[in-house]
């Protein structure tokens, strides 16, 4: 038995505090009435994330996550949000009421299924290797192994910039 007070317990309990975190961003991203509510949900998810790479002891990624995604990100969905007309920013006014019900009907059901596969699963330990982790390894494999997705994550990055530029110039009133 685990205690709380050893480090394999707040490592748990770290760990779900994290995963706690994103939970709750995602919830609050998908049941806000408001964007600006939504889009801090969205946020809040990323940094539960974050916390996850961090967790994982992937540093790197874990900043990367919160300087591009809840930085960048999210920053240009609020940039967005308060340039578009305020007429299309109505709040949502109706649901069925059948959506979250089969939402967390279907969401146990997939949870489950991932629970009883990993039982019914054998695991094998995974290989002890060693990570070095440096930020020179990192932008070796960025510019030979893994180019293309390099060079694509900045065609996004592009159009996101010429979007945000687009909507700036149309402003409020058209």
Excluded: H
Excluded at 97 to 111: D, E, K, M, Q, Y
Aim: charged content about 10%; overall charge positive; some cysteine.
């Amino acid at each position: 038995m685990v205690s709380l007070f050893t480090v394999e317990g707040l490592s748990g309990l770290l760990f779900f505090g994290f995963m706690g975190l994103t939970l709750a961003g995602a919830i609050v991203a998908t049941n806000a009435r408001s964007l600006i509510r939504s889009v801090a949900g969205l946020a809040l998810c990323f940094l539960g994330v974050a916390g996850l790479y961090y967790y994982l002891n992937s540093p790197f990624v874990a900043l990367m996550q919160i300087l591009i995604y809840v930085g960048a990100v999210c920053v240009t969905i609020i940039f967005a949000v308060m340039l578009a007309e305020s007429s299309e920013l109505k709040q949502i006014t109706s649901r069925n009421g059948l959506v979250g019900p089969l939402a967390f009907l279907a969401s146990g059901i997939l949870i489950f299924a991932l629970a009883g596969l990993a039982l019914r699963t054998q695991w094998r330990p995974a290989p002890c290797l060693v990570n070095r982790g440096t930020v020179e390894n990192l932008g070796q494999s960025l510019l030979t192994t893994y180019s293309m997705s390099f060079e694509l994550i900045s065609v996004v990055l592009l159009v996101a910039v010429v979007g945000s530029l687009v909507l700036a110039r149309a402003g409020r009133d058209k």
